[in-house]
Structures are given as C-alpha cells and as structure tokens.
C-alpha cells in the first residue's frame, strides 16, 4: 500500500528555519516524482514544485522559485520542504503527494503539515 | 505566470448533472487533471490525462476538453460529492504546473 507519511504540525516565529518532511512507502521511492502544495487558511491548492527523487532534479513554480528548497534523501525514502526565514504568511498546510510514471498529477497524497508562524 | 480559471461556485439538486469548468490558455497542449478536496482532507484525484478515471472513483465522474476549456461532469449528483474541486494543467512549455482556484459544488 503507497503511504506518505508527513511530519507533525509546526508553530514557529518569524525568522526561524523550517525543515518538514515527507515519508515514502509502499512503492519505489526513487522512481516516482514527489511534489509540495500549499493551502493557506481558506483558500486554494498551490502547486509549489516537484523533485525526483533517483536523481534530485527538482522544479519550482516560479512563484516558490527562491523562497523554499525542496530537496530528497533517497536512502530513507524522505522528501522534505524547508525554509530559512520564515514568514507570517506561510502559515499553511502543506501537503507532499507523489506522481504516478507519466503523468504529472498526483496521485496519493500525504495527510498534510500545518505550518503556523506567529510572533 | 499561468493562470487556470474556474468558477467560485456551482449548485446543482441531488440527482442532476453538474458541470465544472476550467479555462486556461495552453490546455489544448498540455494535459489536464481534477481533484477533489473535502473540508478537512487532503485532495483526490479524480480525474488525470484529461479524461482518464483512476481506479475507485465512480463513474459518474467524467470530463471533456474543447480548446481552451476543460470541464468535469458529475452525473447523478450525491450528497457526498459537495466538495471543493481544483483542475491542475502545466503552462505552455510544460516547466511547471499550477491549479485552478478552485470551484465549491453545492448540492442543494
């Protein structure tokens, strides 16, 4: 059974530095596409890039290009989304999800990180 | 940057037909696909490649294409179904993806 399995809700300040993470399982980490999405408070899906985990290519919506690095280790089926200063409006949740061999939607998804950063 | 556009909101009554629309420039050339998002859950996938249904999701679930608009089409409306629901296509280069904003089915 294909799980991804997200760690747990975060409070930090703005300022701080953030690394949440994504577990895979149940499938072959390295040859699946895993992407990030955000949701804001009431609001929309966000697609914010992707990466490949067998060779850490990685592709960023321009609107994310800069503000998150999303990078992979392979050797513990992990993808993780991280940020070096965070700021009051990256409250979210976030999602990872994996995209099944030639498609780019996703196809499972993970159950979410609430990410809240208040001073 | 790109941009898919959907309506806010669609109500349909138990039983009727519902029909989602999605616009955007490049979906005569790149694939699109649909989720659904109940409060609370993460999103589904119900519809991917433009047409194709995953295995679980109802077959009351289909969708089209014509040009610039995709639509999804829900026949046979169940209470079960009123959720948010987003398309998600690439841009014309296909470097990226994005997602609609995003349509609130009501089921009356």
């Known amino acids: 059974e294909v799980q991804l399995v997200q760690s747990g809700a975060e409070v930090k300040k703005p300022g701080e530095s953030l690394k949440i993470s994504c577990k895979g399982s149940g499938y072959n980490f390295t040859s699946n596409w895993i992407g990030w999405v955000r949701q804001m408070p009431g609001k929309g899906l966000e697609w914010m890039g992707i990466i490949y985990p067998g060779d850490s290519d990685t592709r960023y919506s321009p609107s994310f290009q800069g503000q998150v690095t999303i990078s992979a280790d392979k050797s513990i089926s992990t993808a993780y989304l991280q940020w070096s200063s965070l700021k009051a409006s990256d409250t979210a949740m976030y999602y990872c999800?994996?995209?099944?061999?030639?498609?780019?939607?996703?196809?499972?998804w993970g159950q979410g990180t609430l990410v809240t950063v208040s001073s | 940057s790109y941009e898919l556009t959907q309506p806010p909101s669609v109500s349909v009554s138990p039983g009727q037909t519902a029909r989602i629309t999605c616009s955007g420039d490049a979906l005569p050339k790149q694939y699109a696909y649909w989720y659904q998002q109940k409060p609370g859950q993460a999103p589904v996938l119900v519809i991917y490649k433009d047409t194709e249904r995953p295995s679980g999701i109802p077959e009351r679930f289909s969708a089209s294409s014509s040009g610039t608009k995709v639509t999804l089409t829900i026949s046979g409306v169940q209470a079960e179904d009123e959720a948010d629901y987003y398309c998600?296509?690439?841009?014309?280069?296909?470097?990226?993806?994005?997602f609609g904003g995003g349509t609130k089915l009501t089921v009356l």
């Open positions: 999800a994996r995209l099944p061999p030639d498609t780019y939607s996703f196809d499972y």
């Open positions: 998600q296509s690439a841009d014309s280069t296909g470097t990226y993806e994005v």
